[in-house]
């Protein structure tokens, strides 16, 4: 029992916190619960007790780094398993999904299931051009023309087993980019065929 | 000692059956009927007094003169439009609350509004409305709106396409109706509630959600199909009260969309 509490008391600590990869990290500083046992030792007539209580005291604090590893061996685990690169982390169902206006201005277009499952595994991550993305897309900027560049989404997607990720999937109006959003944050990819079936849609 | 153990026995069965009973009749039953609309007036009109006598606004005193129909959201709400004197068309909702109908919105002037009965659940939101019948309101267009947005911190890039759906609803022979939310919205509300980690779009699932013309709206519209404003129902004077969440929804004007 009090060997526990020795522990737990060792534990705490002034520490830094940050995100490294989207993973918050806590790196501990300054043993603060060492110092104060020992200064409570300090001022009792019984000294000696602090020798036999240190050492549980120091695992204590350590243990905060044994859980920094932990925590940055599973984020590179979970990156190892769930590659953010790969468009297949976010979407493996491509049967499933219905395309779905979310703008107004969009035209109708139908998915070609066959291009789209084909191009699923062959997408390439591209940076997010944010500035000239919404130059393109706000009548502000654009002569008063609305061209939302991603004016559809996808329902009914399912991420990679095991994964838990839930995402919005938005489409290019040009059918050779994916916009996803993510709990991670946001990424894009870009097929080299576009996934509109060609010809007359209902 | 036998027979007082057996009679323990049989006491026990019986407190446990009457508990067992009590607990099903007050939370498990679902109600047949709608109530009477003798019932449901009175109980409005008794919601309404209070604001009356509050407000001390005597002049303006409306009671309830009609109930125009009883409809069903679910098993366990119902939507309950209704007119009352002074040209008044409003609405109520009402709760089956521990086996009784419990008066849980109410809003004197029906312009069209969203009641989430449960808030997790966007299955569970409808539009419900009661236009003045002069207004002649043959159709209703529903918007939801998310603001094209974009951001950059470090070298983290976002990007928020505009958001801009459209949701086109008949009036038919009634100016009161309710409608059940759009499938495809509930699913971008619910992935934008589970995803929206740097807040890119408004979260409407969470309350206070119209800011930054992010938001859902109606424009009502005449049998050509053209906008028309519903001066007959702005200009009743709006009673509102509710106790389960539901969200004022902005009249929307042609300056508010996007368009070609």
Redesign the interface.
Known sequence: MFLTVLLVVGLFSFSIDFYWQQTLVRLAILPLGVWLTFLIYYFRTKKDGWYRVRPYLWVGFFSNYLFLLITILSSLIFSAVYPNSQLTTYFTNPDDVSLVKTHTIAETKAIDTPTLKQQLTKAKQQSIEAIAWYEDSDPYHNNEKINEKFPYMLTGVKAKWGSGLDSIIFIENNGKGLLIQSEQGQAYYRLSESIWKEGSYQ | MKRSKGAWLIGFIIIFGISISIVYYFFFTVPSDAPSNKKLIVNINKELMQHYTSDDITKTTSTVTKIQATTFLEDTFLFVPFQAEREIYGYGLFEWRLHKWELVLMNTQGTPRLVKLDPDDTSSYYFIWNMHPNDAVDAIDFYLLQR?????SGT???????????HHTSLGQHAYGSLTFPK?WG??LQ??H?????N?FVDIMNTNFYANGSQIGWITLDGKGEPVTPEHTFNSGQISTHSIQSEYMQPLYEDD????
């Open positions: 094209r947005n974009y951001s950059i983290i890039q976002q990007y928020s396409p505009g958001v801009q759906m459209k495809q699913y971008l992935q934008i589970k995803t929206n980690t740097a890119q969309l996007e368009k070609h």
